[in-house]
């Protein structure tokens, strides 16, 4: 009886390791906090970075305490600094800029498996960044 009561006892212990795991939540299998660059806007079978006739480069970088900056050149002008707070919920990022203007819409969140792509889609447009880290010429706004 005492054998049985020990193999009894190891399996129990061996289940409560096995059954406690913590499972993982889409939000975070959807951690998109790092620095991105925008390497490709789609808009309707139209693959480019420009809008209009004018390119446009844009990093951002999300932090783990909800904020961001975000960094954003139209043609041959200088990065432009913003920034604010950023919230996913259910796969949807929203944002607000610290003038408190809310972003222009809400984006569905996609992460390639190894979270170096990150997809924001909304309304027919499609911004593909890469994971990369903002150079200091960026940053410095040169």
């Not at 993982?24 to 139209?46: A, D, F, K, P, R």
Request: negative net charge; proline residues 1%.
């Amino acid at each position: 009886m005492a054998i049985m009561k020990k193999y009894l006892f190891i399996s129990l212990v061996c289940l409560l390791f096995t059954g406690c795991k913590k499972e993982q939540t889409e939000e975070e299998s959807l951690n998109i906090v790092g620095s991105w660059h925008l390497t490709e806007l789609s808009q309707i079978e139209t693959r480019s970075v420009t809008i209009g006739k004018e390119a446009i480069d844009i990093y951002i970088h999300f932090i783990v305490d909800n904020s961001f900056h975000l960094y954003q050149k139209v043609g041959a002008g200088k990065f432009r600094h913003f920034s604010g707070t950023w919230e996913l919920v259910d796969s949807k990022l929203s944002g607000m800029y610290d003038d408190k203007t809310m972003w222009g819409t809400e984006y569905d969140v996609m992460l390639n498996n190894n979270a170096t792509e990150l997809r924001l889609t909304s309304g027919g447009e499609e911004f593909v960044y890469i994971k990369e880290e903002i150079p200091n010429t960026v940053l410095s706004g040169m």
